[in-house]
């Protein structure tokens, strides 16, 4: 790490299970599952009828009564959030007017819901019959626009797209901009709604667990059952600020952003051998980035989703990473419980490891019994475990190549 | 590792031509590229033409992955990529490819994708949609066919900032290469032509009916378009060792956000004027030594408009010397794609001293009084380009570009 040092002073989440970070963890620690049948769209015909929905997501609730006729339901989810975030760390409207903040929003679709309603319209009744309101939501940058003009955030507002890593790689952007100097206060995280049309493609490409157990039961990261994914959503936001910044105006400090890594498997999945390898790159770049050693690694919370191969590689390129010291890493994989939240899947990480960092409570894999016999990751549990962490690693990885890293160390005032 | 960071080669797809020399010479002698839209019937709309890349056969570049199956934006992308390379003298295998990343930007990712989708969807065969379709449509995939055709095992971002992307991918693996993150970065965006984008512009009333005159009294409108631009960005020191061309140094960016309207600009030009502000700043470059400004200059009544607003509002008395072109007059708006290949622009500008037109450029608005190159291309020492991109959703970027002349 060259450069500014990057401290977390606020989060802010909305997730089918709380939408605060203590709401969230305590859930997480309760071992509660977001996914169940899903109300916002029909299923008929489809593989898999779950997912983590939020049933009552109502954003007037954060953003109270103005016009949010324009917002479509990302956009919603990204400035409620945001919302949260900047009261959590205390930046009042007044502090904007002199600090300018800005905005790195990772996310997979924005609203593929909005882009195909727009086109079909078009179809259907004519072209004259779009919508120019929903045109503006078509483009892929339209919930971080939105955001910005909702809170005011006029420095950089930079949108990162690369699949489920989107939104560590936006924390990994975020950070990058601090620590040359170039930002100083910046929200950074992701967010991804579900939606009918992504959820169908996902669906028919095989990705999503096919059951016919009770909700609740599927999908189970790591262990030898799982069969897919389940698709969820939600918006998490991380308050990240130059660390001078945040002591001169006395903000607490939850965190630090301390290494991150990317890197890319060519074979997008398809090959063992580059799927590990790519991985365990992604973790020795934060590492090194972070100054830190193996041993040095608390916990990991893991992408981890349930899908066949990406779990497999996922702990096979964790050991490779880490120099094969994983025998006494504590591990979860929240996903169990949120399902796969794509954009938001990272930030939600970082959020619950913040939690951990400060209760030293790790939420354990609900529904996991029996371990993939050849995986090396001897510590995940189903239940919760009690860990110490002072530096915790968060992977997000692909369903098509992308590897990201990030590695959080505890604030100061633990 | 040398925190200077230069261009080394260029390769576009656009609707004047494939490959630097035909685009430039094409650009050059004022050539447009907007004819009536074969892609899709418009029978239906108000507005007819656009601005598509003709004569493009992506199996003369797509040598390993499957071309028939990739998305056309992907195959736009791995040619424009493949051409840099080339032009850049880069020998692939020469490469660490833990140390070759991409960095692509666009507006709509494969939006034909999406749009099989809609249409199955409305005529009840949705069905027909099957796994390709969420395999193939995710923005994300542009950078990723490229790096996987190329075997990048490095850095890999997509930055989706719609109608500036170009720019923000630039600027993005600037900061890569600056934070030693890489040895070879590919940067630059890719859009494909798309219904959906026409629709939307056909209905907010943005498209002209014949031509694009960005900056003329009597102009209609912007031309929706599609291509690709990827730049080879490499540091000084490795630039210098291999003995490459150096087109010209990437010297810094601005970025900023009106946080004002969706798809209005800021009325005063603030957000774009403090992007080109920091991007001046970062490249510790003074008003006075800009060459030449590469505009975004849609060719929209109010985008021409408010950005000669901003562009007076920082540069002051010096705003009349500049000379300012817009080759969307030209190209059309190629969305994602658009400041990539303005910025190939500016890299070439600089690189030989000349720069080119605004094309139907015959009655000055009263508005827009700067020096908009009209109609010929010009000869001029071009020490320092600024490239101008400006987006939906408030984004607007900035970028610098310096003569390699400059460089110690």
């Known amino acids: ?414 | 590792m040398d925190r200077r960071i230069v261009i080394t080669g260029i390769g576009v797809v656009t609707p004047i031509g494939i490959g630097c020399e035909m685009f430039w010479n094409n650009l050059l002698a004022g050539q447009s590229g907007i004819a009536p839209v074969q892609s899709f019937d418009t029978s239906e709309y108000n507005v007819h033409r656009g601005a598509e890349v003709k004569e493009f056969n992506a199996e003369d570049y797509i040598l390993n992955l499957d071309a028939a199956h990739l998305g056309r934006a992907s195959q736009f992308a791995i040619a424009a990529a493949r051409l840099a390379l080339a032009d850049a003298g880069v020998e692939i295998g020469s490469l660490d490819r833990k140390r070759a990343g991409v960095s692509m930007g666009t507006t709509s990712g494969e939006p034909r994708e999406v749009e099989r989708f809609d249409d199955a969807y409305v005529s009840k065969q949705l069905d027909r949609i099957g796994p390709e379709f969420i395999q193939l449509y995710p923005c994300h995939v542009i950078a990723a066919h490229v790096a996987s055709e190329l075997q990048f095992a490095g850095v890999n971002t997509m930055i989706p900032t719609a109608c500036a992307a170009g720019n923000y991918a630039i600027a993005h693996a600037l900061d890569v290469m600056r934070a030693g993150r890489a040895d070879l970065m590919l940067a630059g965006g890719s859009d494909a032509f798309s219904r959906i984008t026409f629709t939307g512009f056909a209905r907010l009333g943005a498209v002209a009916p014949e031509i694009c005159q960005p900056f003329d009294r009597f102009r209609k409108g912007m031309i929706p378009g599609e291509g690709a631009g990827v730049l080879v960005l490499e540091p000084l020191d490795r630039a210098r060792r291999r003995g490459a061309r150096i087109y010209a140094e990437v010297a810094g960016y601005g970025l900023s956000c009106d946080a004002h309207h969706m798809t209005a600009a800021h009325p005063e030009g603030a957000g774009a004027e403090r992007a080109m502000r920091q991007a001046l700043a970062d490249s510790r470059t003074n008003c006075e030594d800009v060459s030449y400004i590469s505009a975004h200059g849609t060719g929209t009544a109010t985008n021409d408009r408010l950005e000669t607003i901003a562009v007076k509002r920082l540069f002051k008395d010096e705003a009349y010397r500049i000379p300012i072109s817009s080759i969307k007059s030209m190209l059309g708006h190629t969305m994602g794609a658009a400041s990539a290949i303005e910025a190939a622009v500016c890299a070439l500008a600089v690189f030989s001293n000349r720069i080119p037109p605004t094309i139907n450029l015959n009655d000055p608005d009263p508005e827009c009084d700067l020096d908009y190159v009209a109609n010929s291309a010009r000869e001029l020492p071009v020490n320092i380009a600024m490239n101008n991109a400006y987006a939906f959703g408030g984004n607007n970027a900035s970028l610098i570009l310096r003569k390699r002349e400059l460089l110690n």
């Open chain 1, 1 to 414: 790490m060259i450069g500014n040092r990057v401290v977390i002073t606020g989060a802010g989440v909305i997730s089918p299970l709380g939408d605060s970070p203590a709401r969230l963890h305590d859930s997480l620690g309760r071992g509660l599952s977001a996914i169940k049948p899903i109300k916002l769209f029909s299923t008929e015909g489809l593989g898999c009828p779950l997912g983590g929905e939020i049933a009552d997501f109502d954003a007037t609730k954060y953003l109270g009564q103005r016009n949010l006729r324009p917002l479509d339901r990302t956009s919603r989810l990204v400035a409620s959030a945001a919302q949260l975030a900047l009261a959590d760390s205390g930046w009042s409207i007044e502090m904007r007017n002199v600090q300018e903040i800005g905005l790195v929003l990772g996310t997979m679709f924005c609203s593929l819901h909005t882009i195909s309603e727009f086109d079909r319209r078009a179809l259907e009744a004519g072209p004259a019959y779009a919508s120019p309101m929903d045109f503006s939501n078509t483009v892929i940058n339209a919930a971080a626009g939105q955001t910005a003009i909702a809170h005011n955030l006029r420095d950089v507002n930079t949108t990162i797209s690369t699949g489920v890593t989107s939104g560590l790689e936006a924390i990994s952007y975020a950070t990058e901009l601090i620590r040359s100097g170039r930002a100083r206060a910046l929200l950074a995280g992701g967010a991804d709604e579900l939606c009918f049309e992504s959820f169908y493609g996902f669906d028919r490409a095989g990705l999503l667990c096919r059951s016919n157990v009770t909700a609740g039961d599927f999908p189970i990261p790591f262990d030898s059952r799982r069969n897919g994914s389940a698709l969820g959503e939600g918006a998490a936001l991380l308050m990240l600020e130059d660390v001078a910044l945040a002591r001169e105006r006395g903000a607490k400090i939850l965190g630090e952003v301390v290494g991150h890594g990317s890197s890319y498997d060519c074979s997008r999945g398809q090959d063992s051998v580059q799927a590990v390898e790519a991985i365990a790159s992604a973790i020795r770049h934060a590492m090194s980035d972070a100054f830190l050693l193996p041993h040095e690694i608390d916990c990991l919370s893991a992408s981890a989703n349930g899908s066949r191969g990406g779990d497999q590689h996922e702990a096979e390129g964790v050991v490779a990473g880490l120099n094969g010291q994983t025998q006494k890493l504590p591990v979860t994989a929240i996903k169990s419980m949120l399902g796969e939240t794509l954009g938001a899947s990272g930030p939600m990480q970082a959020v619950s490891l913040l939690e951990t960092m400060r209760d030293g409570v790790l939420p354990g894999i609900p529904q996991l019994h029996q371990v993939e016999d050849d995986f090396p990751l001897t510590m995940a549990r189903s239940k919760n475990q009690e860990a110490d962490v002072i530096n915790g690693l968060i992977n997000s990885i692909g369903f098509d190549g992308h590897c990201c890293s990030l590695i959080l160390s505890r604030g100061e005032e633990n």
